[in-house]
């Protein structure tokens, strides 16, 4: 992954580390250049020097014959005196008096004994100095040398050169160094650029592929071609996200074992943290506690569980740090609800809490009912049993019972042992359909044949009651798979509670079947006494009956509607009530049909 240009050149490193290395060239250019500039200015002054004292020298020799006349002479007669057209020649006599000159006439001319450069010459040999002509009018560059003659002294020959001259050689000099400094500064420069881009770039490329790894790409990496420490540090950066990648795979495979087993279980989990903001919540107690399904991780927990009991009872834990359970009731609902202290590492210290969730309704109610029933068959079975033994016990102790007395107690023995016998064929009955026991010998069952079994079995019953019992039922076999005797004891139970039910004389009984799509109906409908429409629903309940003394009286046990009803669920079915008070009740029985294969 390589940067575009426009990034690099955005690279605050890159324009560090090129402006340093720019000043140091900067530095080091200008440095040499004032460097090589004075060294170069000193050689120079020391090459005119030198051209000054080899030209003097030369006239020395020359000019001898002319020091030795001591006269004025004009020196443009004599000759060639040197090169350069803007040398000045001077001949002084030993008291410095201008003999000759080649820019100005030497009448006009001071005493020049005094001049520095003449000072030193007649002292050392050879004297030079550099000021002000006061004869031409401006700056020189004066050379004497003293002229002798067997230890006598004849004079001076002085070159000048005009300093204006000098400095135009120097400038020639330094602009052909300036210019040298510049194109080097160029060159430099450009290197310079390319080096700290090439040092850059890699940096730069490292950068954005760290800050995007951090960002949770992991799966980048970074070109390390290079064997040098940049090239180590790619190496050690891909090897960084490359762990990170291997650990974000575990820690999220893990999370998502973790999740998938929490979502996985029936009860509700919610995991919170220190501060009581939502870890993770699982389907189940999203269901239990109808939560909306949406993230809600980070969320404080008495935000999103709008039950204060659970809300206080976490914070009361956290607080004691000590977990606790307690059932709470919502509505209809009943909860299970424990808090368990998640325990941290040393450094960390407490790191949370569970939240476990069990919706108990259906267990509590399941208890409640079997409470409820063992108390009602204890109460149901006691009443029989207590008779019976009422009687022996009269019998026994009365031997001198007259017969009829004895008899009489032995028929109510009898009724009351059938009644017995009645509550626990009943209560067997039902347990086979308790629950989701299914039918357990199933065949194919022709309800229409069965049906008018049943009502020709119960017609003499009817008869004895004055009520009488007709039939409607299809001409076709109307066929479910079922279990043949739970089958006929459901149409029995219904048929004879219609006939128990209704007025002697007036009553009347109807059964009718027909099809409905899938299903076959079944009804029984009398004009009894009918059921309130408060205890329609109840009397599917065990042990429930509208008016008891007269369903005792009748020999009723309570769970003939009990039986009818899980024989009903056992065949995927279902039973329903009409009715209203004098006038009448409606069973209706739904069973799905035989779907042959
Ligand atoms: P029981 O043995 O008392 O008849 P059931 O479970 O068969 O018990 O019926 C429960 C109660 O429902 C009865 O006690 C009675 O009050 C009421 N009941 C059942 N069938 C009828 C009906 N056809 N007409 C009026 N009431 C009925």
Known sequence: MTSPPHTI????????????FG??????????????????????????REGLNSQATMLQFIMKPYLVRNEVFDIHGVGHLGDDPDTRITLINPQGL?????????????????????????????????????????????????????????????????????????????????LSACVITLVFLAIGFVISRAVTSPIIDMTRVASRIARGEFNLRVPSLRQDEIGLL?????????GAERRIEQVTHSHDQISAVLSGLAEGVIAVDTDQRIIHINAAARDMLRLENRDMSGLP?????????ICQVVDHCMTELKGTSTTIRQGKT???????????????????AIIVLEDVTDMLHLQQIRTDFVANASHELKTPIAAIRGFVETIIDDPAMDSETRQRFLDRIRSQS??????????????????????????????????????????????????????????????????????DQMISNLVENAIKYSDPATGRVEVRMFQQDDLVLIQVEDNGIGIPAEEQQRIFERFYRVDRARSRDLGGTGLGLSIVKHVALAHKGAVEVQSSPQEGTVFTVRLPLHRPA
């Open 9 to 20: 050149l955005k690279s605050r490193f890159l324009w560090q580390l090129y402006g340093a």
């Open 301 to 309: 927990l008495w935000e999103v569980v709008r039950i204060s009991e």
């Open 334 to 352: 009943s909860l299970d609800f424990s808090v368990v202290l998640m325990k941290g590492n040393e450094k960390r210290g407490q790191n949370g």
């Open 98 to 178: 201008v003999l000759a000159d080649n820019r100005e006439d030497p009448s006009h001319m001071n005493n020049h004994a005094r001049r520095p450069e003449i000072l030193a010459a007649m002292k050392a040999g050879m004297g030079a100095s550099e000021r002000y002509s006061e004869t031409v009018g401006f700056n020189m560059l004066y050379l004497a040398r003293r002229v002798e003659e067997n230890d006598a002294l004849l004079g001076y020959v002085r070159v000048a050169l005009p300093l204006a001259s000098v400095e135009r050689q120097l400038q020639s000099l330094r602009e052909k160094l300036i």
């Open 418 to 487: 059938a009644r017995l016998d009645n509550i626990v064929q009943d209560l067997l009955a039902l347990s086979r359909f308790d629950n989701d026991s299914r039918p357990r010998s199933l065949s194919s069952v022709d309800l229409v044949s069965l049906v008018s079994q049943v009502c020709s079995t119960r017609q003499s019953d009817a008869q004895d009651a004055g009520v009488t019992l007709t039939t409607d039922l299809p001409e076709q076999r109307l066929e479910i798979d079922g279990e043949y005797g739970a089958l």
């Open 234 to 242: 790619a190496k050690a950066l891909n090897d960084l996200a490359e």
């Open 23 to 48: 000043l140091m060239m900067l530095i080091c250019i200008v440095m040499f250049g004032f460097v090589s500039s004075s060294q170069m200015e000193e050689d120079a002054r020391l090459h005119i």
